[in-house]
């Protein structure tokens, strides 16, 4: 990844704790700063600074960073002092090895002579923590009043430990180094300065351990130690999974994709407090729980990895809302948008600790225990979440706007997201011409979930709840919302359904990839099925890459904007399955292959999202410059390109 000053950042990754760093280990990010550098827990930055001297100097880069994200290994990189040059090699070489554990960063690094007399090794680490919020460091310009915090900074036998405290928040960051260091200094700025000298003797070798550990949590013993244990977990996750061998780049996508997943996943709380890890959304910026993004993970993974599944449906059951609470966008049965952890989330001055600004994670939740359910043959967790679906229904049939508008309908939040379907940046969903629908917003895509859910959900009340009168009665919502779709969301003179109907029930016509994913769900008839999958492969809708967004050609239509013609693979992924489900192998395929194509000139990985240039025009995908680095959709997208394709 790199910065928004362009400056290359490697990105260690473990559950809920990332860190970015520089091509030579360290951290430069000043307080109050914007940058991505640091050492990041649950929304909060706890290392800001991280910075080496040698001999009073920053050392030079002899090896860059390097970083094995594909087992996540250990980071490593080669230093040498500043100074010398061919004809005076330098005195010494300085190794540094780093990871990162659940809430802790460890380094070991190795101080190596290569001169044949004895000498000493000035060394000084520079370190800090700013706890500063990830919505601090957003790129909207926003300030957040903190009346109350305390920081403090206290010297320890071996390291400093470093406080912030805002009335009922408190967050710790302790530094520790093993041999202990010989002073901690005060620089004038708040950081403190670890200091070492170190005797070498000819040829000799030192070797120094530092622990980083937010909020009091467990202590890695080494790099070493972390990266085994990591790759365990890896290696565990992806264990059992038949890859196709008749098609080596998917399954090198595959198994990428099984990587990545495995550690992206966070801790979360079932109903009764149990412990589950669900698939976070996204690094850096979206290292949380976002309901969409869980479920449609673990619908990707269901047939290779049901546990992700069995992990999201109760954790998604535990968040659900239970009252009205307007902030929040919270109705009852409702289900969770997105969950912070951070202060500002806690003091509530951004909504997300729990927000529910979200119209498809309801019927999607529904959609993935019908799934489960069917796929795995157990019946304990559909039975055990019978009140959290029927909750969910009820939502979506009272607040959700199937009775009373006869879709699924959300109105902007203004103080959260004007838009609450996937494409949720501003003014996605629009016309042709680019102009914003206005007013309460009926998306097609949604529409389409909603009929998946009324269908599995009939099937569970009749098979597992043994409830026939239920289950006709969404039986019979579900043919209601198929007739009215075809009848209002056709747009006869294109062939093609619109994006959305506004506030009057006028239809938003912008020709957009939301179309694919109602095959996804079955909601069109055979004939109108097989006409719109064939139209998404036209040269205006498929990049070569994968299906744009919007369709170029249209006013709407930017190949830079997020959501406006865009590439996205979790996006192609459910047109993928889609298409499948329609019989239109070959087009299933085409899309496969762009994307499998894209995951190999990205070095394997499907990012987030592409930019929608043509790919005859580059050799290669453009990337979009904001996306997540790692993304679980896009992880878990070859998954479902297996499974509409297989190899």
Known sequence: MTDEHGHA??????????????????LTAVRGGSSMDGLFVRDARHLCRWQLTADGAAPDVLSRMTYDDATGGAARCVLVPRGGGRQEPAAYTLFREQAVGEGSFVELLRVVSNRPEPMTVRLALTVDADFADQFELRADHRTYVKTGAVRTRDVLDDGVEFTYTRGDWRSSTTVTSEPA?????????????????LDLDPLDSAELTLRVVANGGRAPLSPASVAAELADTVRDFAAGVELPGAWPELAAACSRGL???AVLRVPAAGPDGERQLVPAAGVPWFLTLLGRDALLTSLFALPYRPELAAATLPVL????????????VAQPGKIVHEVRHGELAHFGQVPYGRYYGSVDATPLFLVLLGAYT???ADLRLARRLEPAARAAVGWMLDHGGL???GYLVYRADQGGLANQNWKDSPGAICCADGSRATGPVMAAGAQGYAYDALRRTAALARTVWDDVVYAELLEQAAAD???????????????????ALDGDGRQVDALASDAGHLLWSGLLDKEYGEAVGRRLLEPDFFSGWGVRTVASGQAAYHPLSYHRGSVWPHDNALIALGLARYGLHDEARAVAQGLVSAAGACGGRLPEVLAGYEREAYPAPVPYPYACVRESRSAAAPLALLSAVGG
């Open 481 to 499: 919302l198929r007739d009215r779709f075809l009848r209002d969301f056709w747009m006869a003179e294109h062939g093609f359904p619109a994006l």
């Open 9 to 26: 950042r490697q990105l260690l990754v473990r559950g809920a704790t990332f860190a970015a760093m520089d091509a030579g280990g360290a």
């Open 403 to 405: 009775t009373s508008r």
């Open 374 to 376: 069917e796929q795995t």
């Open 317 to 328: 059951a535990a968040t659900q809302a239970t009252e009205r609470i307007d902030g929040a």
């Open 181 to 197: 260091p010989d002073a901690v200094e005060e620089t004038g700025t708040g950081a403190r300065r670890l200091v070492w000298a």
């Open 259 to 261: 990587a990545d997943l």
